[in-house]
């Protein structure tokens, strides 16, 4: 990822000294901030839809289907479950941390730890 200049100081503001890490959130960036060791995942607005789709598939694949017997399943629809997820925002979803996003500049921020 590469940052400009002014996002990289609004990124400072926001969390102090970071360095960018070798893994991923759903796809989005990860940065170590230097405040208590903290983690943020970021990325551009589609990258973050992209992330909250890939959230919401995995939440679906290891903790609601495993629990509905296979008979069943055909019953579960899983686009509405989404849509009804979706009413928390998406940080409630990627922000492990607070649930919360902040906007730096052109960039969409969650911290995960």
Same mark, same amino acid.
């Given at each position: 990822? +590469?940052?400009?200049?002014? &996002?990289?100081? &609004?990124?400072?503001?926001?969390? =102090?000294?970071?360095?960018?890490? +070798?893994?991923?959130?759903?796809?989005?960036? !990860?940065?170590? =901030?230097?405040?208590?060791?903290?983690?943020?995942? #970021?990325?551009?607005?589609?990258? %973050? &839809?992209? %992330?909250? /789709? /890939?959230?919401?598939?995995?939440? #679906?694949?290891?903790? @609601?289907?495993?629990?509905?017997? +296979?008979?069943?399943?055909?019953?579960?629809? /899983? &686009?509405?479950?989404?849509?009804? %997820?979706?009413?928390? =925002?998406? =940080?409630?979803?990627?922000?492990?941390?607070?649930?919360? /996003?902040?906007? @730096?500049?052109?960039? !969409?921020?969650?911290?995960?730890?």
């Amino acid at each position: 990822m +590469k940052l400009t200049y002014t &996002e990289a100081k &609004e990124l400072i503001n926001q969390i =102090g000294r970071f360095e960018i890490t +070798k893994y991923t959130h759903y796809g989005l960036t !990860v940065i170590k =901030g230097e405040y208590k060791n903290s983690e943020y995942a #970021i990325g551009t607005d589609d990258e %973050a &839809e992209y %992330a909250w /789709e /890939e959230s919401l598939d995995s939440y #679906i694949d290891e903790c @609601i289907l495993p629990e509905i017997p +296979k008979f069943a399943r055909f019953y579960f629809n /899983e &686009e509405k479950w989404k849509s009804d %997820a979706r009413h928390d =925002g998406r =940080g409630h979803s990627l922000s492990s941390y607070d649930g919360c /996003e902040t906007y @730096i500049g052109d960039l !969409v921020m969650f911290r995960i730890n």
